[in-house]
């Protein structure tokens, strides 16, 4: 929306300020790149604001929308094309996301299709290193995790305990980092006692064609579905142990193809 917003300004404002009909182009196109630079200008100023090293940080409603507001245009700009299936499945109370992760656009693309529930995530602690934006994911609410600190991996679980029974949706991937294969890896299942803990809902988002969004960016244009193939409710997952809430997240995820559009439960 905020993409169309800039190209209809620099539109009227080509029109507005060329003398001839051919300097609209040039106009168009010095001024739209000129928003996109105010922009860029603005979220670095905000950035600036946000303690990205809060041992408990908060989800600023600000900082969310400025995030997500500018992943919209990137991913338009980008030729990304973002279709959520199962929307109308989430639980309308805190819940616990979980999926299979393939790219680095993984909760990019799930935190812009789920921005009207606030979706955050647990992110390594690099993520919140990068310029700019690391600041930004700090201020949208997103938890820093070093998984080489299993201490502060277990502040995790409360920060994320805490924050589920307060009604957020906060996401995470079981598998620690991204499979370059397509292949599911070796779940961590510690961060499903989270939602034992919690007491809510097991959201399980299968994620197809991020892992073409790198090598398509600006050339060509990238489908990407993510699904809500499950969702647990607690009682469906009181009695079990993490490493049974794994292998059956497990199932879901590595259904067949003909089952990416079905429910299961």
């Not at 905020?2 to 507005?16: E, K, P, R």
């Not at 919209?72 to 996301?97: I, K, S, W």
């Not at 961590?188 to 034992?196: M, P, S, Y």
């Not at 064609?209 to 790198?214: C, L």
Request: with cysteine; charged share 20%; aromatic share 8%.
């Amino acid at each position: 929306m905020l993409l169309y917003v800039y190209l209809g300004l620099s539109f009227g404002a080509a029109f507005l300020l060329s003398h001839k009909p051919l300097q609209v182009p040039l106009f168009l196109v010095v001024i739209f790149l000129g928003l996109l630079l105010l922009h860029a200008l603005v979220l670095a100023a905000a950035s600036l604001f946000v303690n990205k090293k809060d041992p408990n940080p908060k989800a600023f409603p600000f900082y969310r929308k400025l995030l997500t507001g500018s992943i919209g245009p990137l991913l338009t700009l980008g030729g990304v094309q973002v279709n959520l299936v199962g929307a109308d499945r989430l639980p309308a109370e805190g819940f616990l996301l979980v999926g299979n992760h393939r790219s680095d656009f993984d909760p990019i693309t799930a935190m812009y299709a789920l921005r009207n529930r606030g979706l955050t995530f647990v992110t390594k602690k690099e993520n919140i290193d990068i310029p700019v934006g690391g600041r930004l994911i700090a201020g949208s609410g997103c938890i820093s995790l070093d998984r080489e600190d299993d201490r502060q991996g277990l502040m995790v679980i409360r920060q994320v305990v805490r924050r589920l029974q307060a009604g957020e949706a906060i996401g995470i991937y079981p598998e620690g980092t991204r499979s370059k294969t397509g292949e599911l890896l070796p779940f961590r299942v510690g961060c499903f006692k989270a939602a034992q803990r919690a007491k809510c809902p097991l959201v399980v988002l299968k994620t197809r064609g991020t892992e073409n969004v790198g090598r398509n960016f600006f050339f060509r244009r990238t489908p990407v579905t993510l699904t809500v193939a499950a969702v647990l409710p607690y009682a469906d997952i009181a009695e079990l142990t993490t490493t049974e809430i794994g292998d059956r997240v497990r199932r879901i995820l590595t259904d067949s193809a003909e089952g990416d559009d079905k429910w299961s439960a």
